[in-house]
Nanobody, 118 residues
């Protein structure tokens, strides 16, 4: 599975961005997809994830502000991020695998940088 992220950029605090992750290759093997982020000097964290059945997971810090979705016809996953905070500046990565719990063992994209200015 190949994953390509897009949509990152520079935004002011309180602003919005929508990230996209396009999947290709053995997409029938994908049952779950998710977004991770990693800031310099910090551990990677799971931000949001979605299963093929539509179940979602959100980190507590983004609940109510971020929305994950997927368009199976386009083999694309999205992350709508609203009310962004400077501390959410990070590289955002798309991941895909068999289960949300094992996403880290699946396929990864190259990442897209999100920078939130104060």
């Amino acid at each position: 599975v190949q994953l390509v992220e897009s949509g990152g950029g520079l935004v002011q605090a309180g602003g919005s961005l929508r990230l996209s992750c396009a999947a290709s290759g053995s997409i029938l093997s994908i049952n779950a997809m998710g977004w991770y982020r990693q800031a310099p000097g910090k551990e990677r964290e799971l931000v949001a994830a979605i299963s093929s059945g539509g179940s979602t997971y959100y980190a507590d810090s983004v609940k109510g502000r971020f929305t994950i979705s997927r368009d199976n016809a386009k083999n694309t996953m999205y992350l709508q991020m609203n009310s962004l905070k400077p501390e959410e500046t990070a590289m955002y990565y798309c991941a895909a695998g068999h289960m949300i719990a094992t996403l880290t063992q699946g396929s990864w994209g190259q990442g897209t940088q999100v920078t939130v200015s104060s």
